[in-house]
C-alpha cells in the first residue's frame, strides 16, 4: 500500500475528524449578538406569503400565483446578514383540507409551526378578514412563540378603508390597542422585545416596510449561529425548483381546477457538451379531458409553459436550456396518499 491509499477505516475517520471540526467551528460560535431562527410563515392561500419571502431573500425561491393553494410544501428562504441568518419557512395557504394533497399540505404547516422560533402571520388587508383569516388567527393566537402580523397587500389599500381594515386585521389576534406595541415607536426607542405583539402594513410587492418587519422579526428570534453558507438562499435542489418553475406556469395559464390537478417530475436532466443542459418534464393531470387542455391546440399550451418555464430555469441556472415537457394522466391522483406523497417529493 502506497502512503496515499487509505483503508476504508482510515477514510472515515477523515471525514469524521473534518466533519467535528467544522461543526465546532460553526455551531456555538458565533459573533455576541448574532440572531437565527426559523420563522413559520403562515395565512389563508393567496395572501402574498412566498412572494413576501422573495422580497426578502431577494431570489425566487417560492413560485407565486393569483390563485389559491400555490405553495404545496414546506420551502426554506434563508436571509443571511452580519446581525442574523432568519431561515423562513414558506408553508400552504391554510385551508379547509379534503383531499388527501390538502392533507398532506395541512400537516406541513403543522410541521412547520411545531419547529419554528417565531411566526409571522401574514394578511391581506386590502379586504376585510374573513372566516379563514380568523381560523388561522386561532390557530396561532395561543402559541408561545412570539407573532409577527404582516398587513400585506398594503399597496392595494384604498385610502378610504385604510382605518377599518387596518382595525379590523389588527383585532384578530385579539389584542386591545392598548396591548399592541407600536412597532415605530419601538424600534425607535431600541427596545426590540417589546416588539412581539406588533402589526406591520407591508407591500411584498413594492417592497414596504420590509426592513422594519425584519427588524421585529429578528429581535424576536434567539442568539444564534448561522446555520447555512452566506450564498444559499433555499433548502430546495434545482430539479425540484426546476419542476416548480414548470407548475408555476401552469398555475398563470390555466384556468379553473386545471392548474390545480397538476404535479410536475423532472424524468431527465443531462448537461451536454455545449454547455446546455437537457431537462425532461412531465406534467401529471387527474383526467383525459384535462390533458386535452394542458396540451391544447396543436401543442400550444404546453409550448407557453415550456417557454415561460425555460426562461425561469435558465435564470436560477445561469446556462441555456432545453425545456421538453410531456403530459399525462394519474387518475385522481390528489385523493391517493401514496402518489401524492411521490409527486410532492418530485418523484414520477
Ligand atoms: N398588489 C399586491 N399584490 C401582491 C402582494 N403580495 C402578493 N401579491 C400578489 O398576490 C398573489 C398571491 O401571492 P402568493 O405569494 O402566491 O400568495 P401565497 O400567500 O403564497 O399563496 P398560497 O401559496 O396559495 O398560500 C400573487 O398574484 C401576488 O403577485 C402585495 O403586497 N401587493
Ligand atoms: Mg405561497
Known sequence: MTEEQQ?????????????LKKSAGSAGSHAAGHRSGYVAVVGKPNVGKSTLINAIVGRKVAITSNKPQTTRRRILGILTRDDAQI?????????????????????????ALDDCDAVLFVTDVSRPPDEEDHRVAERVRGMKQPVIQALNKADTLDPRHVVENVAAHEALMGM??????????????????EIRNSVMLTSAARGDNIDKLLAMLIANLPEGPAYYEAGQVTDQTDRIL?????????????EQEVPHGIAVAIDEWQPRKNGMIYIG?????ERDSQKGILIGKGGDMLKKI??????????????????????????????????VERFLSGQG
Do not use: C
Open 87 to 111: 431561515l423562513f419557512v414558506d408553508t400552504p395557504g391554510i385551508h379547509e383540507p379534503k383531499q388527501a394533497l390538502n392533507r398532506f399540505m395541512m400537516r406541513e404547516v403543522e410541521q
Open 242 to 254: 426546476a419542476a416548480e418553475f414548470v407548475r408555476e406556469q401552469a398555475l398563470r395559464y390555466l
Open 7 to 19: 483503508t476504508p477505516e482510515q477514510e472515515s475517520d477523515d471525514v469524521l475528524s473534518a466533519y
Open 306 to 339: 415550456g417557454s415561460g418555464a425555460r426562461k425561469e430555469i435558465e435564470n436560477e441556472l445561469g446556462s441555456k436550456v432545453f425545456l421538453e415537457l410531456w403530459a399525462k394522466v394519474r387518475e385522481g391522483w390528489r385523493k391517493d396518499d401514496a402518489l
Open 281 to 285: 418534464a412531465t406534467l401529471y393531470v
Open 176 to 193: 386591545t390597542k392598548d396591548e399592541l406595541v407600536n412597532a415605530d415607536e419601538a424600534i425607535a426607542e431600541g427596545s426590540p422585545f
